[in-house]
């Protein structure tokens, strides 16, 4: 069978599900927030060169606060983009929950979740007391050090009735709403107590109306509440009515819709500051669930909002997101995939909202199908994974070319397990932050900046616009990689949330000492082991071609290297692996295989699985 015309049906395919490795991907991008994570790592860590740190965090006022996620390539916990990080997180299993599972990845995405929502309990000790930052951004920017040496200000900073936060209320209560779905099959009592903290923030929130940056001014800098907090008063009432069927909480998007905003915002935005896209998405599909009751003519207005987002990201609108030369979508210099990530997000779960209700989306251009909003979403992920005009990956970690200097304290420098002298405040900046050399520590799966309006990119640690990642540039990003590796969904949208309960995730083995490296034949004790599944298929022209994935684990203690393998009847196109001669070897970027981790590789063809073996393999 000739591979030309193989290729080029590949290539026709609408959302080609070989170029990029969307799974592996995925699996990445939730690594990443174990980079992230603060406090005491578990026996579990897989992110091996972090560790314990911000240990004393809440102490000086009394409250635990030891937990969460530092937000960026700084070692502050600002609790407004942590909570929207885990609103989005959650989101993202409850729609993509099952592809997760079939990929493996659920438990470690729940994982993430819960290291996430622990901490956001902690940091709602009382009702109307939410404690939402840990640090100061002025002292810490003015260090660069690892988490692990901060001697940086760990002071907490909470609100309360006298110094209300509507916006950080409603978005916790959002995320512990939205988390809440995610836990109810598999840790129903954690379900429960996730929605009690909902509904009393939810109440703080409503009943005690302010700015948070008014009460935590030291926040104003950073994460400056531009848009207010009518929209996360309707984001959290959307989540509390998902999470719980209540219908006071539908009946307050009904009632409210108009005078706060839901209906009357036009947006080509969504992200941590500005929810109303999200809140008009979740609307619009409570009405294609028929749900509105007699809320349906302000529901329909939500409605029209939300496709007037859907189109404008398409270029079907009146008014259209700007784009670079290369397709990305721009919205601003600073952090711009942060607005990319959340976009495609919506446009993804909305395209499988319509194709559910059998619908299509009305734009000003006409009437669009579903399937553009998904090849939008594509074709945004895509570019983000290296399709690029300058063949980029903003993927630490994933392809041959991505960031090496990434502006993140923590992975620009050496691991306190490799070398425990301690790191002083400006020492870092001295030592390490102005070192012209790629980061010591791979901060895999993190997603940067990205590149400006001209498809631009500087990769340089000083270069924070472009270089520094973000938690919630990734959280969007797990459903649509979830989505697109799963090729078609399979199943309703619009009926109840059934988020499957993830198999345990074992715990990394620990290594033994190094041994001297020889070399190794296959045999039958090999401790090489290879699983391959057919992951998807189609039919194009009256053949069908299956897509098959192979994911290969190094069940030893040592690391693998030098590795050769045997891949016989295969006719078809295959990523993830470099051939050499009549044999195939690891990926250019990857020259060895730790103890306990997996290699993942895939390829398309119309016949039956093609048979792998190992040649030759050394161990050192």
Known sequence: MSMAPLLLMVLCLPFALGWHDYNQALSKSILFFEAQRSGYLPHNQRVTWRANSGLNDGKVSGVDLVGGYYDAGDNVKFGLPMAFTITMMSWSIIEYGKPMAANGELGHAMEAVKWGTDYLIKAHPEPYVLYGEVGDGNTDHYCWQRPEDMTTDRHAYKIDPSNPGSDLAGETAAAMAAASIVFRRSNPAYSSELLHHAYQLFDFADKYRGKYDSSITVAQKYYRSVSGYNDELLWAAAWLYQASNNQYYLNYLGKNGDSMGGTGWAMTEFGWDVKYAGVQTLVAKFL????????????????????????SLIGKGTRNVQKTPGGLMFRQRWNNMQFVTSASFLATVYSDYLASSRGTLRCAAGNVAPTQLLSFAKSQVDYLLGDNPRGTSYMVGYGNNFPRQVHHRGSSIVSIKVDSKFIACRQGYAAWYTRKASDPNVLTGAVVGGPDAYDNFADERDNYEQTEPATYNNAPLLGILARLGSG??????????AVPVPKPVAAKPKAEPKAKSTPNPATTSSPISIRQKMTTSWNDKGRTYYRYSIVMTNKSSKTLKDLKLSISKLYGPIWGLTKSGNSYGFPTYLNSLPAGKSLEFVYIHAASPADVSVSSYNVA
């Open 488 to 497: 078609h969904s399979g199943y309703n949208q619009l009926l109840p949330e």
């Open 288 to 311: 294609m669930q028929g749900k509105a009751g007699m809320h349906a003519p302000v529901f329909e207005r939500y409605h029209q909002k939300a496709e007037h987002f859907m189109c």
